[in-house]
Each structure stands twice: as structure tokens, then as C-alpha cells.
């Protein structure tokens, strides 16, 4: 709700600053569309007590999801956090390429 308040306060005052009240009045369309939304999920929310069957499901997935975490973090290395260019993990240093002795071939005469 604070930021539906913020960010329409905001666009108010950008369109006094900008065109002021004597031009289109273009922040009323935002506040209609977002307060439509606004109201939707407010209505939505409202009226749902969860039941012990649905947070009960809902534990159970949660810790299915941190096992299944736990395990791929025990299988794959962790990454270094900020890895020197060429540097990566299990791989080792990559070699540049050659350098070039002269951009000009000799030619003979």
C-alpha cells in the first residue's frame, strides 16, 4: 500500500511539474488501473484462512525444496567469488594466445 501511495504521489507531482493542472491529467489512468488491481488482490486475500491440511502441504514442500538444495549443494563445488579472469573451477589457468613477432612479412628483394 506504501508504495501504491509513493509512487502515485509521485506521479502526480511529475505531471504538476511537467504540464501542470491545465494539461491531460494523464496519473488519473494509473491510479484507476492499479487501484482496479490493488482491489482485486486485497478481495483476494481477504476471506482466506489457510486450513491445517494446506500448511501442513505447504511444510512438507518447503522441505522437500531445502533437501533437494542441500543435496545439489553437496554434489557440486561452490564457485570462487570473484575468479580471475581465465581462472575457472577445475580447470585451472588458460594460457593466452602467442603474440605476434611483426604485423609486416619481409619480403625479399
Request: hydrophobic share 40%; charged share 20%.
Amino acid at each position: 500500500m506504501s508504495a501504491f501511495l509513493i509512487v502515485n504521489i509521485a506521479m502526480v507531482l511529475l505531471w504538476l511539474v511537467t504540464t501542470g493542472p491545465s494539461g491531460t491529467s494523464w496519473p488519473v489512468y494509473l491510479l484507476i488501473a492499479w487501484g482496479i488491481g490493488l482491489t482485486f488482490h486485497v478481495l483476494s486475500m481477504r476471506d482466506h484462512d489457510p486450513t491445517a491440511e494446506e500448511i501442513e502441504s505447504e511444510a512438507r514442500r518447503i522441505a522437500e525444496r531445502a533437501r533437494g538444495a542441500n543435496r545439489r549443494a553437496r554434489r557440486t563445488p561452490p564457485e570462487p567469488p570473484h575468479a580471475p579472469l581465465g581462472i575457472r573451477s577445475g580447470v585451472g589457468r588458460r594460457t593466452p594466445p602467442p603474440r605476434r613477432q611483426g604485423c609486416l612479412r619481409q619480403t625479399e628483394t
